[in-house]
């Protein structure tokens, strides 16, 4: 408003401030009065629009409705109880979710052990040691790592990444590790550790693409004061940028694990699918979306198919929350500059 | 706040330049070996999908419809066709909706409060497993017509859209300089010709990509599309009736014991991510080119 569009000008230089108007309407005036009436038209795009973005929050009403109108046979049998049990007999109707919820947040959990420090480290190289060439495409090649379907990641596992750890990092791990605990027992291949490995994999670019929005929002005066001071680069790093960031960082974490939570595909075909509750990563599991996955199409009978949806029911609240919390956490550093979208 | 924060770490503990400098340089490596390594499983899973992909690909993938197991040949080509029917009645949903919502957010909302919790439910939309939104769909649609559908998988993927496109549309609508609007405006354009034939129209290869990226990732889901399209072993291109799509196809024939179908899979998988691999190639070089072409 402040500042006069340069066609503007250009078109009322032309007729003298306080000559008589020409009677003859130039023909853009003409045309655009040939429309007709565009206060209503207005009015009506306006609401168009305003309908498309209240579907958003319709989406989310419709989803929680039904989810929450399909389990109530479940919700009124088990109460909150359905969480914490662990039988899960579909032929007496004994349902409770408590194998696959464990399932759910040890492969998350072991996929953010392993994709943290790999993902802060890519971000670290990319915004503040990648020579300015090699940026755009290493930057190219991690978001690849996104743009690949989770079946296909699943593929890959069970052909090539499945028979790796079996003969050659489970044996060193049972070995270095067994003591743990967590380590032992039968050595199948299909596991919680594989799951986590893909998963790892999987939202590792989220993480690291989120984290270098965060550290490149870092303003260039901080690094420039920091190194003033006779900061060695890691200094820099970590006093200047990583200190300003770390709020976000969290929340670019938080967000992977919301990822890691929800993830189906590439689980079910690597989890093994065995709804039991084992100390040792190196045996099979179930996962809250691997079930949904596995048992969703046959499901017989009102509880059964109740029980599953009421599986998907916390799925939805925690994934919820947790993207929730971790938004926040992200747009409190980035302020303004819009999340991208992986 | 900064300067108080800075001191401690900076005076007190590393008078030793050498020390400090060879941790720098420590991490230094670490942050590249970092970066090597997570670049190799992607080299590793597309030299992987080449080799395996390249071999079992052949002219029978694309017109031959899956044989039983046990027999050779037979190929994918209802699943091709499956999915893109469902991916057509998706983006028919999901874009329309997708761009309107940004409209409205970048054009009208601004930053009021109905913006910000607009935004916000799309991004925590986005964060929805696909797995519920089948579900949900699965007890909206095939519940209640007691049979799987064409027509529940591309309500499914539509909506799945309609939160990215959604938000890059908005991003490329603020783009769009000021001064254009107040020069429609200025010239007596109504203000929903000047959003369409202006606004959006300076900023459409910025949209369009938006919704390749949704499309690209939608492309690839297979949760959702197990329990409403079903996947279906002839031809058929009804929405009314289950149908095939690539990714449950691929899913279906990895997890079985077949070698053949093992074959099948991977060439599937091939198809897919070249299709999905070109349109985000394709994306990267339109944004890189400038998005605002008409603008400057």
Redesign the interface.
């Known amino acids: 408003?402040t500042?006069?569009?340069?066609?503007?000008v250009s078109?009322s230089s032309t007729p003298p401030p306080d000559a008589k108007q020409p009677v003859k309407p130039s023909a853009?005036?003409t045309f655009?009065r040939g429309?007709g009436n565009?206060a209503i038209?207005?009015g009506?795009?306006?609401a168009?629009?305003?309908?498309?973005?209240l579907?958003?929050?319709g989406?989310?009403i419709?989803?929680a409705w039904?989810?929450i109108?399909?389990s109530h046979l479940t919700l009124a049998k088990f109460g909150l109880g359905f969480f914490f049990r662990s039988a899960w007999d579909p032929v007496n109707n004994d349902f409770g979710a408590f194998p696959f919820i464990y399932g759910t947040l040890v492969s998350s959990f072991l996929a953010l052990l392993i994709s943290v420090?790999?993902?802060?480290?890519?971000a670290?190289?990319?915004t503040e040691?990648c020579p300015k060439w090699l940026r755009?495409p290493?930057s190219?090649?991690?978001?690849?790592?996104a743009?690949?379907?989770?079946?296909?990641?699943?593929?890959?596992a069970?052909?090539?990444l499945i028979p790796l750890l079996r003969d050659y990092v489970n044996p060193k791990l049972m070995f270095t590790l067994g003591w743990t605990g967590f380590f032992t027992g039968p050595n199948a291949g299909y596991s919680m550790l594989a799951a986590g490995v893909v998963l790892a994999?999987m939202i590792?670019p989220i993480i690291?693409s989120l984290t270098r929005e965060v550290m490149t929002s870092v303003p260039m005066v901080?690094r420039e004061?920091?190194l003033a001071?006779?900061?060695?680069?890691?200094?820099m790093?970590?006093?200047g940028v990583l200190?300003n960031a770390r709020i976000g960082i969290v929340g670019a974490i938080i967000?992977g694990l919301?990822?890691a939570?929800?993830?189906?595909?590439a689980v079910t075909?690597v989890i093994g699918n065995r709804p039991e509750i084992v100390k040792s990563f190196l045996a099979p599991g179930y996962t809250m979306?691997s079930v949904?996955?596995n048992e969703?199409?046959e499901a017989t009978g009102d509880m059964y198919l109740s029980a599953?949806?009421e599986i998907?029911l916390a799925?939805?609240l925690v994934?919820?929350v947790?993207?929730?919390c971790?938004?926040m956490l992200v747009w409190a550093v980035t302020r303004g500059a819009?999340?991208r979208?992986a | 706040m900064a300067s108080q924060s800075l001191r401690p770490p900076l005076r007190a503990s590393n008078v030793n330049v050498f020390s400090r400098r060879i941790k720098s340089n420590i991490v230094s490596g670490l942050a590249l070996l970092a970066t090597i390594i997570v670049i190799a499983p992607l080299i590793a899973i597309l030299f992987y999908l080449l080799k395996q992909g390249i071999t079992s690909l052949n002219w029978n993938f694309f017109t031959k419809i899956p044989v039983p197991a046990g027999e050779s040949g037979g190929g994918m080509e209802n699943a091709i066709v499956g999915s893109g029917v469902v991916l057509a009645l998706a983006s028919l949903i999901g874009i329309p909706l997708g761009i309107g919502a940004g409209i409205y957010l970048a054009e009208y909302a601004g930053s009021t409060r109905m913006g910000n919790l607009v935004r916000f439910t799309a991004d925590v939309l986005n964060g929805v497993p696909s797995i519920v939104m089948g579900i949900a769909i699965y007890a909206l649609i095939v519940l209640p017509q007691k049979h799987f559908s064409a027509l529940a998988g591309g309500v499914v993927l539509g909506i799945m859209m309609v939160p990215t496109v959604t938000r890059t549309t908005e991003e490329m609508l603020r783009m769009v300089p000021h001064a254009i609007r107040e020069a429609a405006l200025g010239l007596g354009v109504p203000a929903w010709r000047s959003v369409l034939t202006i606004t959006v129209r300076t900023a459409s290869a910025g949209i369009v990509t938006g919704c390749m990226l949704a499309f690209a990732r939608v492309a690839g889901e297979t949760a959702p599309l197990l329990f409403t399209a079903f996947g279906n072993a002839f031809q058929s291109t009804s929405l009314n009736e289950p149908i095939a799509a690539l990714p449950l196809q691929i899913f279906v024939y990895a997890v079985s014991p077949y070698d053949e179908w093992h074959r099948l899979a991977w060439a599937g998988a091939l198809v897919l991510i070249v299709l999905i691999m070109a349109s985000v190639a394709l994306v990267r070089y339109v944004t890189s080119r400038g998005m605002l072409k008409g603008a400057s």
């Not at chain 1, 420090?117 to 890519?122: N, R, S, T, W």
């Not at chain 1, 743009?147 to 890959?156: C, D, F, K, Q």
């Not at chain 1, 001071?229 to 200094?235: C, D, F, H, K, V």
């Open positions: 408003m500042q006069p569009a340069k066609i503007f078109e853009v005036r655009l429309r565009s038209a207005d009506i795009f306006k168009l629009v305003f309908l498309c973005a579907s958003i929050f989406i989310v419709l989803i039904e989810l109108s399909r420090p790999f993902a802060l480290g890519v670290i190289f990319l040691m755009a290493l190219f090649l991690t978001e690849l790592l743009a690949i379907p989770s079946v296909v990641y699943g593929l890959w069970i052909f090539v994999i590792l690291s901080q004061g920091v001071l006779g900061a060695t680069r890691w200094e790093i970590r006093i200190r967000l919301g990822r939570l929800g993830e189906t595909m075909m979306a949904l996955a969703f199409s599953l949806i998907g799925l939805f994934t919820i947790v993207n929730a971790a938004r819009p999340a979208v």
